[in-house]
């Protein structure tokens, strides 16, 4: 009578490579863990920052805000020139402006005025250039 026997003792190869692909799953489980962690922590870090730095817009803003509110108008001290000159000046810038205004160039001589002639008798212009 022929004996059945049976190896229990040398999986088989399907046994093998599912015990293969189960143990490579569990590694990367870990490692998506592992990295997950590292993102959170790196995402903790980043969020901190930013705190930080809102705390920081928001100090300097209410120094600028204490700055401004401690700002004084000029006070109403009286110019260290009289009124009279004051008045005199204002006249006069008054009365030149309007002249320069009008002609486009406050260099350009009256259109009466004799043209600058040189030593050979040409005339040259109204105005000499001092940069050629």
Same mark, same amino acid.
């Given at each position: 009578?022929?004996?059945?026997?049976?190896?229990?003792?040398?999986?088989?190869?399907?046994?093998?490579?599912?015990?293969?692909?189960?143990? $490579?799953?569990?590694?990367?489980?870990? $490692?998506?863990?592992?990295?997950?962690?590292?993102?959170?922590?790196?995402?903790?870090?980043?969020?901190?920052?930013?705190?930080?730095?809102?705390?920081?817009?928001?100090?300097?803003?209410?120094?600028?805000?204490?700055?401004?509110?401690?700002?004084?108008?000029?006070?109403?001290?009286?110019?260290?020139?009289?009124?009279?000159?004051?008045?005199?000046?204002?006249?006069?810038?008054?009365?030149?402006?309007?002249?320069?205004?009008?002609?486009?160039?406050?260099?350009?001589?009256?259109?009466?005025?004799?043209?600058?002639?040189?030593? $050979?008798? $040409?005339?040259?212009?109204?105005?000499?250039?001092?940069?050629?």
């Amino acid at each position: 009578m022929p004996t059945i026997t049976a190896s229990y003792a040398r999986p088989t190869p399907q046994a093998m490579m599912d015990k293969a692909r189960l143990e $490579q799953a569990k590694r990367d489980a870990d $490692q998506a863990e592992a990295t997950a962690q590292n993102l959170r922590a790196q995402a903790d870090a980043a969020e901190m920052d930013a705190q930080k730095n809102h705390d920081q817009v928001r100090d300097l803003s209410s120094r600028i805000r204490r700055a401004d509110a401690t700002y004084s108008a000029p006070s109403g001290k009286p110019s260290e020139v009289p009124q009279k000159t004051q008045n005199f000046l204002e006249d006069m810038y008054t009365a030149t402006s309007a002249k320069f205004a009008a002609s486009g160039n406050p260099l350009k001589a009256d259109a009466l005025s004799s043209p600058v002639v040189n030593n $050979q008798g $040409q005339a040259t212009g109204r105005i000499v250039n001092l940069k050629a």
